[in-house]
């Protein structure tokens, strides 16, 4: 081995950690890494810095006593083991290609892609089999030749999950030319993350060090069964040590260069202190100064934005997996989803009492840091708890098995869905014609939205046939198919709506009629009770106003608007009279009137919220908090109706309030979301053309990070994403969602 063998190896190791200490540096393009990207432990580099400061002494000592390599000895050595070092797999590998495995679906527990356990299969499934009946661990075993460049840990937690493995589930997967390793299990399974490290460390690894392969899955089984029986100890397969002989020089060497190592350090101290000064993220580093009030400000308002998209498309995705398998299979699901509604709920109701504090100048900003870092916590937990459905979710809406079948299917019901545009465009005409603009708003563009949408899951569908016909690629092909799915139940929900709105309209003008013999009663009570006072004086005054706008309504104006008016002042009327009137007349009368009055504003809520569904993409956080708090104070005055009728009213009143400043905020963030006839890709959006279009895809929340974020896949959390979905949530090991944890290494 020549010098340069012996020194430029260890060498870019040192120039590769410094990348790691320094990721922001002028490194070239495509190398800036973490060592969390690279799967190593502190114990790995630190042994790797101490191999290249002496081999740097070496050079040192050595280089005026050796004959002077060529320049170009030295480049191409250095370049050689440079690419090695920055792809994370072997000089040679570089140079002659090399045989990997993508993380896949393991179906047994012991898979032996490398051919390293050849013979021995039967013998190690009674090993495992052992530790499944006496522990309740299913621990599966996975050996192939390359992790593609990945880290041992990654690749791991990928198959892991790739494979609907959760539970009592343990991965252990090894590439035999990497010598590289990595583990992933759950909470679930009852270790711990200290466990886990040290059955790699203590059984795991040893073996693997001495190309045990079959000793490292004995080692292994051994392990996670003294884990799980709470006496884990010792080693189980002895530890690699060195012993004190040998030659002392290199170690005397490394004076010269000690001083280089206390300058890194305090390079990395410094950093680190700079990063905390600008904030760090919740668990993501030590605590120092505090983050920012504006910065926190920022974090709840994604946050909400996120969790509100998630939950919506994870409750579209349920209504999908319902009725494919069932109420009883997916009542898991259902539970989740109505925990994390709950939670994000209260985040809302939160930020909305903060903003109303704030506006009063109220209160403190330790208590406005309280509030948020509340709202971030109650976001994220709920996030979380879809997060936790995630590995079964996938399992039982597996659609690469079936993707051909389920393509056409969606091909068919695009069409049904299609068939109806004609009708809901002449729905909609109609009712522009009998109602002013302001009765429409909820539904005036549905048509035009969900016409996008429907080409859009046009071209989707034709593009996971392509997929399949021309590479057979399913991945691809079930991402476009969800795609498609999300569009055209969108486009069904936008179609209801026209439909719906007729029933609602036409309902309201019916329940004119009722609602004016109901307050010309009370107008005709306060003449005969000769209720004189002030207050009652004023509601009639607002009464003789709302009979006059509800019987202008009759003759083509907004019932909505006029029953909206009707119904607040007979309730201010009611409210008047009461004294005058028998408590149980009184109570009856309230408990109807109430009744009504919940119906009305249940109707109106469930049309706004409709309205923001179909155009999440392009809806900013505060519509959301507001149809959130409007939702949250109806369910309150629901459930007060029986104990306090008019707490309840008051109740309806402000969601009622809220509901309609959701509507009109949500529809000044969608004007002003992207110009009149155009997309932010510069291309026309009008009727004339088919096919994709992104601007109703994005507005749709669609491809808000990919396709559509929730259980459906992409951004933001959400269940059975084929090229997406779950998956950043935290961890013990670094990364992950779902609450897993591992590790991994060389070996």
Not at 162 to 171: A, F, I, K, P
Not at 327 to 333: C, D, G, N, W
Not at 399 to 417: H, S
């Amino acid at each position: 081995m020549s010098l340069c063998d012996l020194v430029c190896g260890p060498v870019c190791g040192l120039l590769l950690d410094l990348r790691c200490d320094f990721p922001d540096a002028a490194w070239p393009t495509g190398i800036r890494w973490s060592h969390a990207d690279r799967g190593e432990g502190v114990d790995a580099i630190r042994s790797r810095r101490v191999r290249a400061l002496a081999a740097c002494a070496l050079a040192a000592a050595w280089l005026p006593l050796a004959a002077t390599p060529s320049p170009a000895a030295v480049a191409g050595t250095f370049a050689g083991t440079f690419a090695g070092t920055a792809t994370g797999w072997p000089p040679a590998a570089v140079a002659q290609g090399w045989r990997a495995d993508a993380p896949f679906d393991v179906t047994s527990q012991i898979t032996d892609r490398a051919g390293v356990l050849t013979g021995q299969v039967d013998s190690l499934q009674k090993d495992l089999d052992t530790l499944r009946s006496e522990h309740n661990l299913q621990l599966y075993v996975v050996y192939v030749k390359s992790f593609n460049g990945a880290s041992g840990q990654t690749w791991a937690q990928q198959t892991f999950e790739r494979s609907g493995l959760g539970g009592n589930d343990v991965l252990m997967a090894v590439a035999v030319d990497d010598r590289r390793y990595g583990t992933w299990t759950t909470q679930e399974s009852g270790l711990t993350p200290e466990e886990d490290n040290a059955v790699r460390t203590d059984y795991i690894e040893p073996r693997l060090a001495k190309d045990d392969w079959a000793g490292a899955v004995r080692a292994a089984a051994d392990g996670y069964g003294k884990a799980a029986a709470g006496d884990l100890s010792g080693s189980g397969g002895g530890t690699t040590s060195g012993g004190s002989g040998g030659n002392a020089l290199p170690w005397l060497l490394l004076i010269p260069v000690v001083g280089v190592a206390l300058y890194a350090v305090a390079r990395r101290r410094s950093r680190r202190q700079q990063e905390q000064a600008g904030g760090w993220p919740p668990g993501q580093g030590p605590a120092a100064a505090p983050v920012p009030t504006e910065e926190l400000r920022r974090r709840a308002a994604a946050a909400l934005v996120d969790v509100d998209d998630a939950i919506r498309s994870s409750a579209d995705e349920l209504s999908f997996a319902e009725a494919q398998f069932g109420v009883q299979a997916t009542r898991p699901f259902k539970e989740a989803l109505e925990s994390a509604k709950s939670s994000a709920a209260e985040a809302f109701r939160l930020q909305r009492e903060l903003q109303d504090q704030e506006a009063a100048g109220k209160v403190a900003e330790a208590e406005v840091r309280a509030r948020l870092e509340r709202i971030i916590e109650l976001a994220g937990g709920a996030d979380q708890r879809l997060d936790a459905q995630e590995a079964e979710f996938t399992r039982l809406r597996n659609l690469e098995a079936t993707i051909p079948q389920f393509l056409g299917e969606l091909r068919g019901r695009l069409g049904e869905v299609r068939r109806r545009l004609p009708v809901a465009e002449q729905e909609l005409a109609g009712l522009a014609a009998q109602y002013p603009p302001e009765s429409l708003r909820t539904v005036s563009g549905n048509v035009t939205q969900a016409t996008r949408l429907l080409d859009s899951a046009e071209h989707f569908v034709e593009t996971g046939e392509q997929h399949l016909k021309e590479r057979d690629d399913r991945p691809a092909a079930v991402a476009a198919a969800r795609a498609a799915e999300e569009a055209v139940g969108q486009a069904d929900v936008l179609l209801t709506s026209v439909g719906n709105a007729r029933q609602e309209l036409a309902g309201a003008a019916a329940r004119i009629d009722a609602a004016l013999a109901s307050i010309s009663s009370d107008v005709a009570d306060a003449e005969r009770l000769h209720a004189d006072d002030q207050l009652t004086q004023t509601a009639l005054v607002a009464a003789r106003s709302a009979i006059a706008q509800g019987t202008a309504a009759r003759d083509g104006g907004d019932p909505l608007e006029a029953l909206r008016v009707l119904a607040r002042a007979e309730k201010d009327l009611d409210n008047a009279l009461a004294r005058y009137r028998e408590e149980e007349q009184r109570r009856e009368r309230s408990r109807q009137l109430l009744e009504q009055r919940m119906a009305q504003v249940r109707a109106r809520l469930a049309s706004i919220d409709d309205w923001i569904q179909s155009r999440r993409g392009g809806v900013g956080h505060e519509a959301r908090a507001l149809i959130a708090n409007a939702l949250r104070l109806y369910d309150e005055a629901t459930a007060r109706a029986d104990a306090d009728a008019q707490q309840a009213g008051e109740l309806l009143d402000q969601a009622e309030a809220e509901g309609e400043q959701a509507l009109r905020a949500a529809q000044d963030d969608v004007d002003s979301w992207g110009p009149p006839g155009g997309n932010m890709w510069g291309t026309p959006t009008g009727r004339g053309r088919r096919g994709l279009d992104p601007t109703s895809l994005i507005l749709g929340g669609i491809l808000s990070g990919g396709f559509g974020g929730g259980w459906g896949g992409g951004r933001g959390g959400g269940w059975g994403g084929s090229q997406g979905g779950f998956g950043g949530g935290g961890g013990f090991g670094g990364g992950g969602g779902g609450g897993g944890f591992g590790g991994g290494g060389g070996f």
